[in-house]
Nanobody, 126 residues
Framework: QVQLVESGGGLVQAGGSLRLSCAAS????????IGWFRQTPGKEREFLAA????????GVADSVKGRFTISRDNAKRTVYLEMNGLKPEDTAVYYC???????????????????WGQGTQVTVSS
C-alpha cells in the first residue's frame, strides 16, 4: 500500500515561489510514475507534471512550462514541484499521485494513477 503526503502549500503573493513536496511511503519502484495535479472547485483535475522514480522522462504541462519544475530525491522518497512566478490563477488544491503502470512517464490522465495524496492548498494573492 502506497501512501503519499503533500506539503509545502500556503499563501504567497503573486510573483512568488513555492516548493511542494510529495513524500511516498514504502520503497520506490523505478518504473512508477509520480504526477502532480491541481484542482479548483467545479473543475476537473489539471495535469501539471510527471516523472518516473528512475528520473526518466520528466515533463511539465505546456500551461505551466517555464514556471514549474518537477524533480525527485529517491533517497528521501520525495518528489518536488518547484513553482515560480505564481499567479492568482494558480490558486488551487495541489495533489500528487502515483501510477504503478504507465507506458509513458508523461501520464496526464488522472484515471491512470493508482494512489493519491490528500492535497495541499496553494493560494496566490494579487
Amino acid at each position: 500500500q502506497v501512501q503519499l503526503v503533500e506539503s509545502g502549500g500556503g499563501l504567497v503573493q503573486a510573483g512568488g515561489s513555492l516548493r511542494l513536496s510529495c513524500a511516498a511511503s514504502g520503497r520506490t519502484v523505478s518504473r512508477h510514475v509520480i504526477g502532480w495535479f491541481r484542482q479548483t472547485p467545479g473543475k476537473e483535475r489539471e495535469f501539471l507534471a510527471a516523472i518516473r522514480w528512475s528520473g526518466d522522462g520528466a515533463g511539465v504541462a505546456d500551461s505551466v512550462k517555464g514556471r514549474f519544475t518537477i524533480s525527485r530525491d529517491n533517497a528521501k522518497r520525495t518528489v518536488y514541484l518547484e513553482m515560480n512566478g505564481l499567479k492568482p490563477e494558480d490558486t488551487a488544491v495541489y495533489y500528487c499521485a502515483e501510477a504503478l503502470q504507465s507506458v509513458s512517464p508523461m501520464l496526464m490522465n488522472p484515471r491512470g494513477y493508482d494512489y493519491w495524496g490528500q492535497g495541499t492548498q496553494v493560494t496566490v494573492s494579487s
